[in-house]
């Protein structure tokens, strides 16, 4: 069955630190989503694109993180500088279609712990 | 904006009982509303969808749910708990109001634990 691969599986960092989230979604999907889930909580979509364009990220915090998905394929998650608040596991996601009835393929997540 | 509201943060059930778990959104229009099931340090896995076809939806691992326009709910259930049903479960609700972004929106989620 086909995955969504996401790496690292876990990632702890120093506060003020660079780090980065690698996505490589299903075949095929053209959509991708980046949602963060912080402990307890559900996940909170971060940002999402279509191919390789942004059509969501207003909820991305656009002055430590950038995202990027420079081929429509694979994708990049980055944060700089790192805060403690931005411990929490980092969800990539794709979909087939934009179809609203399509569900989403999530992948395993990296679990980020900011110290 | 949708939203979706989930009641009870942790349902506790012994193996062999009905599972319950209960889930109510907020939306001007008919909702598509999802399940989805996240074990520990996993991703989310989708377990059944409401997508304005029937009103009862099954879905994978014996669970079902059922749409209540009048009650605007989605109570997700299964008749007989397994050990296996432990984990986390979100409920979910795509704004159909987005254009073509169509956005899916979680709860915070209800932790299942299943008693011997």
């Known amino acids: 069955e086909a995955e969504v691969a996401q790496s690292p599986r876990y990632k702890i960092t120093e506060k003020s630190q660079a780090v980065a989230f690698w996505c490589d979604p299903i075949s095929g999907h053209a959509t991708l989503y980046w949602y963060r889930q912080i402990l307890g909580q559900g996940p909170e979509l971060l940002v999402q694109?279509?191919?390789?364009?942004?059509?969501?990220d207003s909820q991305l915090p656009k002055d430590r993180f950038s995202a990027e998905r420079l081929k429509g394929v694979d994708s990049t998650l980055k944060i700089q500088p790192a805060e403690l608040g931005d411990s929490a596991m980092y969800l990539c996601?794709?979909?087939?279609?934009?179809?609203?009835?399509?569900?989403?393929?999530f992948g395993s997540g990296t679990r980020l712990t900011v110290v | 904006a949708q939203s979706v509201t989930q009641l009870g943060s942790h349902v506790s059930v012994s193996e062999g009982a009905l599972v319950l778990l209960r889930c109510n959104y907020s939306?001007?229009?008919?909702?598509?509303l999802f399940w989805y099931v996240q074990y520990p340090n996993q991703g989310l896995q989708l377990l059944l969808k409401y997508t304005s076809a029937a009103t009862l939806v099954k879905g994978i691992n014996g669970f079902e749910a059922e749409f209540k326009k009048s009650e605007t709910s989605f109570h997700l259930t299964k008749p007989s708990a397994h050990m296996s049903d432990a984990a986390e479960y979100f409920c979910?609700?795509?704004?159909?109001?987005?254009?073509?972004?169509?956005?899916?929106?979680f709860g915070k989620g209800t932790l299942l634990t299943v008693n011997p």
């Open positions: 996601a794709s979909t087939l279609s934009r179809d609203p009835g399509y569900g989403y393929t």
């Open positions: 979910a609700v795509k704004n159909l109001r987005g254009g073509s972004n169509y956005k899916l929106t």
């Open positions: 694109f279509q191919d390789e364009s942004v059509v969501d």
């Open positions: 939306s001007s229009v008919p909702p598509y």
